[in-house]
Structures are given as C-alpha cells and as structure tokens.
C-alpha cells in the first residue's frame, strides 16, 4: 500500500514540474548578432500563458527601455514592438506566467549589427 501511494505522489509532482512555461524559441535569439534592427521581439514557450501576469522589456546598454507599444500574449506566445534600434547590444527579460500558475523568468542579450 505505501508503496502505491509513494508512486501516486510521485506521479502528481512530477506532473506539476511539467507545467512551467519555459521558453522553447525567442526571435532575436540569445546571444544572436542581427544585421538591421528588429521590429519585435517573439516569444514561444512551452505552456499556454496567463497575459495578466507574463511580460517582457527590451532594454538597451544604459537601461532605456526600446517598447514601441504594449506586449501582446495569446496562447504560447508573447511579443513586443520595438523601437528603431540602432546597432548596440540589447538586454531581453520575460517572465512567463502559465495558466496554472507557475511562474518562470529569464533574461538574455542581442546584438544589433550596422
């Protein structure tokens, strides 16, 4: 009997652990060099997300915030319009929100090329 119980919990945890919403593709990517500036920045994750609580900011070297508008988040996806960026390097953060949820974040950098 303990020992079904042990693999019944077992099973539900391990379930839970697979509902992040991690990040599965980014456009531009991390650590990606792009000739000419971007006119967004694209998102996909894991999890379908909850847009009240996910978000991401793209700021430049001295912390300018680069948003042209607001962030749109539909189903796995988030995007955010850029400013004209000129060539630099970029600081991408996001935290992702599934709809259970959980909560998960990160950061990474670009490099907008002449």
């Known amino acids: ?30 650590g990606e060099n792009v000739h000419g500036a971007p006119a967004k920045i694209v998102l ?15 700021t430049d070297a001295s912390g300018h915030d680069e948003a042209a508008g607001a962030i749109a988040v539909s189903g796995t996806g988030m995007e955010l319009p850029l400013k004209s ?8 953060t996001w935290h992702a929100v599934s709809v259970d949820t959980h909560r998960t974040e990160g950061k990474y950098n670009f490099l907008v090329l002449p």
Do not use: D, K, N
């Open 44 to 58: 996909h994750f894991s999890e379908p997300l909850e847009p009240a609580f996910s978000g991401v900011t793209v």
């Open 1 to 30: 009997m303990r020992t079904v119980l042990a693999l019944a919990t077992l099973a539900a945890l391990s379930g839970a652990a697979g509902a992040h919403a991690f990040l599965q593709t980014a456009a531009p990517a991390a």
């Open 85 to 92: 960026l000129p060539p630099g390097r970029y600081r991408v």
